[in-house]
């Protein structure tokens, strides 16, 4: 099990930007997947980004292609979400969370089990 701290959220502008961090402790295999989810108030949790940890693979939900960059550090273990020209409905509690197998999908939340709790993101217009 691998333990996942999220930090860098806050409240921001329309068209401004934030970077997410998720220091991750334990083990990462390789192959496993990092991803970013969010849940807006009263909707369901909905994969943003992923990637697949030193291996091929990235994922990006519609909404955010070409506005959002995922990356991860290895030295730091750090999972990053670059989040660039911020709208409304970019508003939620964004989590990052890791997954053991995704061959059927990044975006497929239930094949992450590992969680963090959180940090809210505030987008105004």
């Known amino acids: 099990q691998v333990q996942l701290v999220e930090s860098g959220g806050g409240s921001v502008q329309a068209g401004g930007s934030l970077r997410l961090s998720c220091k991750t402790s334990g083990y990462i295999f390789n192959g496993n997947c990092l991803g970013w989810f969010r849940q807006a108030a009263g909707k369901e949790r909905e994969g943003v980004a992923a990637?697949?940890?030193?291996?091929?693979?990235?994922y990006y939900a519609d909404s955010v292609k070409g506005r959002f960059t995922i990356s991860h550090e290895s030295l730091s273990s750090t999972l990053y979400l670059q989040m660039n020209s911020l709208r409304p409905e970019d508003t939620g509690m964004y989590y990052c969370a890791r997954a053991l197998f995704c061959a059927d999908g990044m975006d497929r939340i239930y094949r992450y089990g590992d969680w963090g709790e959180g940090t809210q993101v505030t987008v105004s217009s």
């Open positions: 990637i697949r940890f030193r291996m091929d693979g990235i």
